[in-house]
């Protein structure tokens, strides 16, 4: 079964071993073609060294793509992650999660992002687009204050 951006496990109705096989499938089968591709460094390192370093082999995913592998990594990555981005500590992160929802913020800001991107790279109007997630501007607001 192939996933993609607009296709929720949810819908699906999946159990949790299908769903994560289905991600992973998913995952797979996005950097066996990333790996593949015939653009450069992909290709200079694949053919040189016969690997592609991980570093290397992100600058060949979407966007899209790039946030569906940050959703699958593991927690400690994904704390990590926001650490780095929000320039935060990571037990500042974990111990203000639970009011702050720091996490979820962070998932969700991508999404918004990754919205606004697709709206502009493929025409959309972006003056009069409004998120779904209401919420998120309410975080912010508390999270800039923080």
Partial sequence: ???NH???LEKLNLSKKESLLANVNFCSK???????S???PIKYYREKYGNVPPW?????LTFG?????YKLSKPNIR???ISRMFGLNPEIID???KDLKIKQLFGDLLSLYLTYRNQCAHGGRIYNHRSKKTWVKELVAIFILF
Wanted: net charge positive; proline share 0%.
């Fill in 1 to 3: 079964m192939l996933l």
């Fill in 6 to 8: 607009t296709t929720t």
């Fill in 30 to 36: 996005k950097l066996n073609k990333t790996y593949n």
């Fill in 38 to 40: 015939k653009a450069n």
């Fill in 56 to 60: 290397i082999i992100v600058k060949g």
């Fill in 65 to 69: 793509e790039s946030i569906y592998w």
């Fill in 79 to 81: 704390v990590k992650i």
């Fill in 95 to 97: 111990a203000a999660d």
